[in-house]
């Protein structure tokens, strides 16, 4: 046989590592990775729900915000219109109470100066008065009037009934002991007392006689 007819060597192949065989990896590999992807897209569509539904979630938290925002500062403004308006009212209530103080008592001033006129015409008529009748009659006119003016406003006498002593109307001025009373009495008022309505203006000033100590 000769040498032409001979065989020809198998070429020889050098083997990498790392590297498949040429036919091998290409078609093995385009499974694998295809289930991955199906595998995975469920879960990345449930994914984006989420996050949809968190960012309406989020929207409508901030819409409450700003609605909760506008409505305190409401409240804040309508606090301070209140404060403002009461503090105007606390002024305005200290003038007028300051204004009644300064003229409350004009009608009875007013009043009081007519019996200050009797008084003027009084004194004028003492000086021409001979035996003083006419002075007499003004002052017991002046009087008479004075009380009415009190009377119009409450005011009463304290009046000392059967000689009986109350340390609540009454006070004593002078005091004397005696055998013949067991208790005190009033013997004399030196001066008379008055009553606003049910309220003690002013005691009486009296002379007393007290039981005699043994």
Do not use: W
Request: charged fraction near 40%; aromatic fraction near 6%.
């Amino acid at each position: 046989m000769t040498e032409d007819k001979k065989e020809k060597p198998v070429e020889e192949i050098e083997y990498i590592p790392g590297s498949e065989p040429p036919g091998e990896g290409g078609p093995k590999q385009a499974g694998p990775e295809r289930a991955a992807a199906a595998e995975h897209a469920p879960h990345d569509k449930e994914a984006t729900r989420a996050v949809k539904a968190l960012k309406e979630k989020l929207k409508k938290r901030e819409a409450e915000l700003q609605h909760l925002k506008k409505e305190m500062d409401e409240l804040k403004d309508q606090y301070l219109r209140k404060l403002a308006d009461g503090e105007n009212l606390r002024k305005r209530l200290e003038r007028e109470k300051s204004d009644y103080l300064k003229f409350a008592l004009s009608d009875v001033l007013l009043e009081f100066l007519g019996i200050l006129d009797n008084f003027e015409r009084a004194l004028q008529a003492s000086g021409s008065d001979a035996d003083g009748k006419t002075f007499r009659e003004g002052v017991d006119l002046i009087y008479r009037m004075s009380m009415n003016f009190l009377h119009k406003r409450g005011v009463r006498p304290i009046e000392i009934k059967d000689g009986k002593f109350d340390p609540a109307l009454h006070h004593a001025m002078q005091m004397e002991e005696s055998a013949e009373v067991g208790e005190t009495r009033v013997t004399e008022e030196l001066q008379k007392g008055y009553m606003l309505h049910d309220r003690l203006l002013r005691p009486s000033l009296v002379k007393v006689v007290v039981p005699k100590k043994d």
